[in-house]
């Protein structure tokens, strides 16, 4: 339609240029450009500044936690996982808007990468918590999210967190799959540390065979198992991207260096837990 026009203006016929231009208005009014639904939503995303309220909750629910540890009433328990989930729910919406509004999986940026790595701290803690009674699990997980919504604002280039994809990005099955797993596994990894800084911490002051103690560790063993699967899937699904896009399953780049060195030191950690040589405390400081 373009080059009829371009060509209708050359020929200097107002018959041609009102016929080609008549042409375009027919296609403009026929193709929907963009979705009012979208663009209310982008509008309404960036002024309510939603990831201010996740860290507002994360960080109230992180003091009521505190306030029950040292008080050991049950209602500011109650109230701290309400909050909590009132965070989580606000965060996952927040990256629900992104996901629609940019047509993509939720992680395809490093700012997003941040954004994501929280939510999956966020809520395998209080599922720990919830299902395990495992309480500091969701402190952790608190102070891990609070710390990288925190973070996230200086991973985004120039302030810009709503940018399109560059083209070989630009792919929702990988995008949804080798991305959003190994993120996943990342999110745990940053999880697992957390809780390990509290289990030696708490071994400061309490016994080895101490029930809380005995339940934060065995939290830290499955969730170090748990980061072992995503991570290892999900550089291998990275790999399968990798020859499809670049024609080479592996470049030695730094993203696949650093989760090699992540699956490797996961590795190493359950080698030397499964054949005693190392102790708990041990591989809790691993």
Same mark, same amino acid.
């Given at each position: 339609?373009?080059?009829?026009?371009?060509?209708?203006?050359?020929?200097?016929?107002?018959?041609?240029?009102?016929?080609?231009?008549?042409?375009?208005?027919?296609?403009?009014?026929?193709?929907?450009?963009?979705?009012?639904?979208?663009?209310?939503?982008?509008?309404?995303?960036?002024?309510?500044?939603?990831?201010?309220?996740?860290?507002?909750?994360?960080?109230?629910?992180?003091?009521?936690?505190?306030?029950?540890?040292?008080?050991?009433?049950?209602?500011?328990?109650?109230?701290? +996982?309400?909050?909590?989930?009132?965070?989580?729910? =606000?965060? #996952?919406?927040?990256? @629900?808007? !992104?996901?629609?509004? $940019? /047509?993509?999986?939720?992680?395809?940026?490093?700012?997003?990468?941040? +954004?994501?790595?929280?939510?999956?701290?966020?809520? =395998?803690? #209080?599922?720990?918590? @919830?299902? !395990?009674?495992?309480? $500091? /699990?969701?402190?952790?997980?608190?102070?891990?999210?609070?710390?990288? +919504?925190?973070?996230?604002?200086?991973?985004?280039?120039?302030?810009?967190?709503?940018?399109?994809?560059?083209?070989?990005?630009?792919?929702?099955?990988?995008?949804?799959?080798?991305?959003?797993?190994?993120?996943?596994?990342?999110?745990?990894?940053?999880?697992?540390?957390?809780?390990?800084?509290?289990?030696?911490?708490?071994?400061?002051?309490?016994?080895?065979?101490?029930?809380?103690?005995?339940?934060?560790?065995?939290?830290?063993?499955?969730?170090?198992?748990?980061?072992?699967?995503?991570?290892?899937?999900?550089?291998?699904?990275?790999?399968?991207?990798?020859?499809?896009?670049?024609?080479?399953?592996?470049?030695?780049?730094?993203?696949?260096?650093?989760?090699?060195?992540?699956?490797?030191?996961?590795?190493?950690?359950?080698?030397?837990?499964?054949?005693?040589?190392?102790?708990?405390?041990?591989?809790?400081?691993?």
């Amino acid at each position: 339609a373009w080059q009829n026009l371009a060509m209708a203006y050359r020929s200097g016929s107002s018959l041609e240029w009102n016929k080609a231009l008549s042409e375009i208005h027919a296609l403009y009014d026929q193709t929907p450009f963009y979705s009012s639904f979208i663009f209310n939503l982008e509008r309404l995303y960036l002024s309510i500044e939603p990831y201010n309220w996740a860290r507002g909750f994360y960080l109230l629910s992180t003091l009521l936690l505190a306030f029950y540890f040292y008080t050991n009433k049950k209602n500011l328990r109650t109230l701290s +996982l309400g909050t909590s989930a009132l965070a989580i729910i =606000t965060h #996952l919406t927040a990256i @629900i808007a !992104r996901v629609i509004i $940019l /047509a993509r999986p939720p992680v395809g940026t490093l700012y997003e990468s941040v +954004l994501f790595v929280a939510l999956i701290c966020a809520v =395998t803690a #209080l599922a720990l918590s @919830i299902w !395990r009674k495992n309480d $500091l /699990a969701m402190m952790a997980g608190n102070i891990a999210a609070l710390g990288l +919504l925190c973070v996230a604002p200086y991973a985004a280039k120039e302030g810009e967190t709503l940018g399109v994809l560059v083209a070989v990005l630009n792919t929702n099955f990988w995008l949804a799959t080798h991305v959003t797993i190994i993120t996943a596994g990342y999110g745990i990894c940053v999880l697992t540390a957390c809780m390990s800084h509290f289990y030696m911490i708490m071994r400061l002051r309490k016994p080895k065979k101490d029930p809380t103690l005995i339940r934060l560790y065995q939290a830290i063993y499955k969730s170090s198992l748990t980061a072992l699967l995503l991570t290892a899937v999900g550089t291998v699904l990275g790999g399968i991207w990798a020859d499809q896009s670049w024609g080479r399953f592996w470049g030695w780049d730094p993203k696949e260096n650093g989760a090699l060195l992540i699956v490797l030191w996961l590795i190493w950690l359950q080698h030397g837990h499964i054949s005693a040589k190392l102790k708990d405390l041990h591989f809790i400081a691993g």
